[in-house]
């Protein structure tokens, strides 16, 4: 059987064969009645556009490179479920690349995805280094972060509002009576580690506390576990302690729960940062400081939509606040209900 081409689909269907390939252009112009009447056509003759072929012609792939460093975090699914569909809803194919936050394997996969010849690239939670954003930029595709931030004007990136989120986290533990507070740290290296931490601090310096113990979890459940044995097997363990993110927190409250045999929150209160939707689980009810992923997601696509359409448009950054969400895991102030 010979190939069906548009030129078949317009003869049969009526139509310009312009007309067929705005049908299949994402975006593209064409009255509802012809695309139904053309799609209608193409299916009944098997036709397919050349995805391809057209690539060539417009020296646009309409690939998008979404690059994570890893989906243990219940956070990242979610989000990464939601650009997926986004992007697929203006007509991108998504390529899903995972890298670590060592240099040498973000490399690697910048490289394959140069070889892609992808439109842009999402890289959620990965450092880039100065020399693959010089690349990327050389070769006209354009980078946003996702939930990172780094300082080069050249990178748009989307975060939570992570300081502020962090002094809100210390507010509520300050006005519930702890005095002896901890800090679970996630990696050093990522700029949502580093503003968390640096709000909570704040908020804790203003009210005349300060951190009592200090542990480094790197964002990892199993590290988080090791970090929270060492942080309360000691005398006078904190009465309260702020984990970086709810990945991790929840790791805190199982080890402190059924391995130490520690009361939450009656013997020590736990907050966290994110709000996935096992925080809202029973088992968990955990008090955490929500990251609007919605908005989080529509704020990048926003972005990368408007470098595609101008490159010259500046890089931006732009910073979501997010609410703190109160539940059961930590004690409340005074007066106060969940």
């Known amino acids: 059987m010979s190939k069906i081409t548009s030129l078949d689909v317009a003869e049969k269907a009526g139509v310009s064969r312009s007309a067929v390939s705005r049908v299949f252009t994402p975006g593209a112009s064409v009255s509802k009645a012809t695309a139904e009447k053309v799609r209608e056509v193409a299916r009944e003759l098997g036709y397919r556009p050349n995805v391809l072929a057209r690539s060539l012609i417009t020296g646009r792939s309409r690939i998008i490179g979404l690059v994570v460093a890893y989906l243990q975090n219940q956070f990242y699914p979610e989000a990464i479920e939601r650009l997926s ?48 954003t010089r690349r990327c930029e050389d070769a006209g595709i354009p980078i946003v972060l996702f939930n990172r931030d780094q300082f080069d004007d050249r990178l748009s990136s989307v975060t939570s509002d992570n300081m502020a989120g962090g002094r809100k986290l210390a507010d509520f533990l300050v006005a519930g009576g702890h005095e002896r507070i901890g800090y679970i740290a996630g990696w050093e290296g990522a700029s949502t580690q580093i503003d968390r931490e640096a709000g909570f601090k704040g908020g804790l310096m203003a009210a005349g506390v300060r951190i009592v113990a200090r542990e480094v979890a790197n964002f990892d459940f199993d590290m988080a576990k090791q970090a929270t044995r060492r942080m309360f097997d000691r005398d006078a363990p904190p009465d309260a302690v702020f984990v970086a993110n709810d990945h991790m927190a929840f790791a805190t409250m199982d080890t402190l729960r059924f391995e130490m045999g520690i009361d939450v929150p009656g013997d020590v209160s736990v907050v966290g940062y994110d709000d996935v939707q096992l925080a809202a689980w029973p088992s968990y009810d955990l008090t955490t400081v929500r990251q609007r992923a919605n908005a989080m997601v529509a704020e990048t696509i926003t972005l990368l939509m408007t470098r595609l359409d101008d490159a010259a448009t500046p890089a931006k950054r732009i910073c979501i606040d997010g609410p703190l969400i109160i539940r059961g895991s930590a004690r409340l102030p005074k007066g106060q209900t969940p």
């Open 85 to 132: 569909k986004s992007l697929q809803e203006r007509g991108y194919h998504v390529l899903v690349f995972m890298a670590g936050n060592d240099e040498a394997a973000t490399q690697t996969v910048i490289d394959e995805l140069l070889d892609y010849q992808v439109d842009g690239i999402v890289i959620a939670s990965v450092g880039i280094s100065n020399d693959l």
